[in-house]
């Protein structure tokens, strides 16, 4: 992946991400002196990056973490990290949360995760999200950034997702509130709705 950083504009709505991958590669053969070493790669996601198993057939064991401190592992079939910008994206189909442009925050998103705390979490835009893949799974897992890009990850591979620190700035042709456009994306029911302008309206007339 490009080694490359960014940031989120608030008031673009946009979330650049920078994403830290830590592999641990070089397996050793049985006549060599086992050893590893770690091979550090950076890359971007404007919408999510996640974590998810390669092998259909079986989970992944993840071990979460939050500012440098462990959250939960889980068993799932993968995690994902999303910014504002994705949060109607793959963070939706996933049972995220809907952010509006505005609010600065990363959110992470567990996929069918076999745990009792597996709800979708929102944490601060400065937070740094750590994904472990442990190293006693069977499998390897895959790192996606915003569904275009892939890295493979071996057992015992960290992946580190934090917000960059370049804003990204992105040019609107229309100035319609996000309110609208969410509506208009998935279709919203909105009818019946009066609004406060129209309220106000009809009391004037009553009282007149």
Known sequence: ???TSGGADPTAGSGLRRVL??????????????????????GHALYEASV??????RMIELVVEIDGRPLSRWGCDGVVCATPTG??????????????????ALMIVPLSAHALFARPMVVAPTSVI?????????????????????????????????????PVRLVRLHEAPFTDRLVAKFGL?????????ARRRGGEGADA
């Open 52 to 57: 998810e198993k390669a092998a259909r057939e």
């Open 21 to 42: 991958l830590l592999t641990h590669t070089g397996r050793a053969e049985a006549h060599e002196v086992a050893r590893a070493f770690c091979k550090a790669l950076t």
């Open 87 to 104: 949060s109607t994206a793959y963070n939706f189909s996933a049972g995220g949360p809907v952010v509006w442009p505005g609010v600065e």
């Open 189 to 197: 029911p909105v009818e019946g709705w009066r609004g406060a302008a």
């Open 1 to 3: 992946m490009t080694p």
């Open 130 to 166: 750590a994904l472990e893949v442990l190293s006693h799974n069977e499998g390897a897992g895959v790192l996606w950034a915003d569904g275009r890009r892939t890295v493979d990850l071996p057992p015992g591979a960290r992946i580190e997702v934090r917000r960059g620190a370049t």
